[in-house]
């Protein structure tokens, strides 16, 4: 699986799991730390760690680990090394405002997008 269809599935699952204002984000050229982020918000603490855990597992299926952190706070990151999953409340998205940090970045469109 290339790191484009690694960020895809991500947002897929995201997708099934009803995460809201999913984004891709290509970061390749612009860092080191990783090639793709994927930013979402889900409703509620509860929800976002539901969507940690699907994406955790779901990947895990296909063969493919990540590390989770900040299972107890408004912000799960989900590092797959080649792609970073970032899973907000919707306050924390806005105030640490990732789009806007990466703004430089190119946004790939979602399935079906």
Not at 44 to 65: C, M, P, W, Y
């Amino acid at each position: 699986m290339t790191n484009l269809e690694l960020a895809k599935k991500i947002a897929s699952v995201l997708d099934e799991k009803k995460a809201v204002s999913i984004q891709i984000k290509k970061v390749e050229d612009l860092t080191v730390l990783t090639d793709y982020f994927v930013i979402c918000n889900g409703t509620s603490n509860t929800h976002i760690k539901s969507l940690a855990d699907e994406v955790e597992f779901r990947l895990k299926q296909e063969g493919v680990t990540g590390h989770v952190e900040g299972k107890s706070s408004d912000w799960i990151l989900v590092d797959f090394g080649t792609v970073i999953a970032h899973i907000f409340l919707p306050n924390a998205r806005e105030q640490i405002n990732l789009e806007h940090l990466w703004s430089d970045a190119e946004e790939i469109p979602l399935v079906g997008d």
